[in-house]
């Protein structure tokens, strides 16, 4: 059944994003590793942090385009759950440092030592363990999302109001995440990591390591929302964003339907947060800014909505994009960005994936199941 | 008779929007099997009656059971579908961005909780159900268009295609035939007619033509409740009726 699921999921675009994913996950170790230092074949550890970045992003698109591309929920708080997963794993970070804080306390991270804590507060509890953390950087964000969901999908929240709402929540989160006396390391968040799983976390193999790890979960992530697009739930969230009341009237509860994707996006983001906090060094409350998860908005958007791969295309062209700008015209970054939305938005709806299909003279076909034409309204 | 013995049984139900009372203590009784007409003029309340039995619009006051003791009322739309009422829309609606297969699939009797649908395969039995409603509808050829892409006629009887793939106990069918041709309103009253067998149907249609064609009990709704009830023939000559409807 399993073989059948995936065999489902599996199509053309599928097939080009996974062999170009295979491709990296060996190139990328090689030239990092292998190639010598002044060839020009060879990649910075910094070049290899800030390609699994892009990676990251592109797993939160992926999660994101999930929901807003199938199921019309248009998230403008996606970047909270990508910052639970990373401060979970930059909680178990922190605890990995152990004694080695520059306040060598044997148990308690430094910020809590310098607000004269005196002991770890309970949830910062089982952090020391990995597979704990792993398990939280997966549960966190899921819980939030299922809970989240269950009131606003129940009250019948939808449109502009629910991504008021999702904006709501994780601004919320940023002020919380903003105070000391969270626990969370306040404005200055988790830093000044050492090892993960006993690896020196600066060490070029741990890097290439981190990478190798970011191309199986975006390869994971996207298989998973690929299949779960092709089969009969995929095609009844594309029907609850194109008019949810028929669906229900067919018998489907879709409050449940909306429920699934929701917390399985928020999921894939936590994930994607937790291997980027290792790889930028840093996490901190600032990820849960509105501008984060807007920026994710546009990734989607600049590559196709309800495309998937478009998804992974716009967030690593955007981002490529973005650190180019923000090292060359930094003053200029958000201009170039706020242009790019509008333009997208104006010109290529469907975007680069569409304008792709439609340069080949023809529109994704079958499970390419784009933006609804303009003017269809629901019942 | 009473309402152990009814499939649907509507009795003082009203509905107000902003102080308008759509329905006005509506009562109305189908039997297991039967097929109802309903007729009236523009504004009667007779897509707000098909709300409220299907959960869309909560009455103000009054009792909706079906099958004799399930209060509908108390129910959600999912809830009620899955009693067995399915619904056919006023304007057609179907999905637009679906192939009209995969509509019909959609609609197709199945488990319908999320689980159940992620791990759903298409059995063969699925698939015969499916070219065979393909047939009766006539959009065998069309299977694989999107159903956006379809003509007005065509997403009517897609539409009305999954009504039969849902296999719901009671039917209702808001205007099926509007925009349709004359050939394809007939086609239209047969197929209903062969419905009706096995299932009870309430049928809304301003079509006096196919009401007609269809031959069956029909109810005449005005300002929200019943003004007349009875055959075609003995409604048409009632006074009442042709004043306030068939006469204009
Ligand atoms: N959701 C609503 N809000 C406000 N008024 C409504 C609503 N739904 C229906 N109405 C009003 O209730 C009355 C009955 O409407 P309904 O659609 O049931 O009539 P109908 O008999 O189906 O008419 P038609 O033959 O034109 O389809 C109309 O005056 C309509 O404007
Ligand atoms: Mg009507």
């Not at chain 1, 020196?200 to 890097?207: F, H, K, N």
């Not at chain 1, 984060?292 to 994009?321: C, H, K, P, Q, Y």
């Not at chain 1, 930094?330 to 680069?352: H, S």
């Amino acid at each position: 059944m399993l073989t059948r699921f995936l065999l489902m999921g599996l199509d053309k675009k599928a097939g080009v994003l996974l062999a170009v994913l295979a491709v990296l996950a060996v190139a990328v170790p090689v030239m990092a590793l292998a190639a010598p230092p002044d060839s020009p074949w060879h990649l910075s550890t910094h070049t290899v942090a800030l390609l699994g970045k892009y990676l990251c992003f592109a797993l939160l698109a992926v999660a994101l385009d999930l929901v807003w591309g199938y199921v019309g929920i248009l998230s403008l708080g996606h970047a909270a759950f990508f910052a639970l997963g990373g401060y979970a794993m930059g909680m178990y970070l922190m605890r990995q440092i152990g004694p080695r804080g520059v306040y060598g306390h044997p148990v308690l991270p430094d910020f809590m030592v310098f607000l004269n804590w005196q002991e770890l507060p309970w949830y910062w509890h089982g952090f020391d363990q990995f597979w704990f953390a792993a398990l939280m950087v997966v549960a966190v964000p899921g819980v939030l999302a299922f809970a989240f969901g269950w009131f606003a999908f129940r009250s019948r929240v939808t449109g502009v109001y629910l991504s008021i709402i999702t904006q709501a929540l994780t601004f919320a989160l940023m002020l919380a995440f903003f105070r000391n006396d969270m626990g969370f390391g306040g404005n200055n968040g988790l830093t000044d990591f050492k090892t993960i799983l006993g690896f020196d976390i600066q060490a070029p193999e741990t890097r290439v390591g981190l990478f190798v790890a970011t191309v199986v979960a975006l390869a994971a992530g996207y298989t998973l929302a690929s299949c779960v697009v092709a089969s009969k739930l995929g095609k009844v969230l594309v029907a609850v964003r194109d008019a949810e009341s028929r669906v229900r009237f067919l018998g489907y509860e879709t409050e449940r339907y909306k429920l699934f994707a929701w917390t399985l996006s928020a999921c894939m983001a936590g994930v994607a947060g937790a291997l980027y906090v290792p790889q930028v060094g840093i996490i901190n409350p600032s990820e849960f800014s509105a501008a984060s998860s807007i920026e994710a908005v546009i990734w989607v958007a600049v590559g196709g909505r309800g495309t998937l791969a478009g998804a992974v295309l716009g967030a690593v062209l955007v981002n490529f994009g973005k650190s180019y700008f923000t090292a060359a015209l930094p003053e200029l970054w958000l201009f170039a960005l706020g242009g790019l939305f509008v333009l997208v938005t104006l010109f290529l709806p469907k975007g680069l994936l569409g304008l792709a299909a439609q340069v080949k003279g023809r529109w994704p076909s079958g499970r390419a199941m784009a933006a609804k034409p303009a003017g269809q309204k629901g019942i | 008779m009473s309402a152990e013995d009814t499939l649907l049984y509507l009795d003082g139900v009203s509905v107000s929007f902003d102080g308008f009372r759509a329905l006005n203590s509506l009562s109305l009784i189908i039997e297991p099997g039967e097929m109802r007409a309903i007729i009236g003029p523009n504004g009667a309340g007779k897509t707000t009656m098909m709300d409220v039995i299907t959960g869309k619009t909560r009455p103000d006051t009054g009792t909706i059971l079906f099958e004799g003791g399930t209060d509908l009322t108390a129910l959600r739309e999912a809830g009620i579908a899955n009693l067995g009422i399915g619904r056919k829309f006023q304007r057609p609606t179907v999905f637009e961005m679906h192939t009209v297969w995969d509509n019909l699939e959609l609609a197709l009797k199945a488990p319908r909780r999320p689980l159940k649908t992620l791990t759903y395969s298409a059995t063969r039995d699925d698939r015969a159900r499916i070219e065979e409603i393909l047939d009766i509808t006539g959009l065998s050829p069309k299977r694989d268009r999107q159903a956006g892409s379809l003509s007005h006629g065509e997403k009517q009887w897609l539409e009305i295609g999954m009504l039969l793939a849902q296999d719901p106990k009671l039917l209702l069918v808001d205007e099926p035939v509007a925009g349709m041709t004359d050939a394809e309103t007939e086609q239209t009253a047969r197929l209903l007619k062969d419905i009706a067998g096995k299932h009870s149907v309430i049928v809304v249609e301003h079509d006096m033509a196919f009401v007609r064609e269809l031959g069956v009990k029909v109810t005449v709704l005005h300002e929200g409740s019943v003004l007349a009830e009875g055959s075609l023939d003995a409604v048409s000559a009632n006074q009442q009726v042709v004043d306030v409807y068939l006469g204009r």
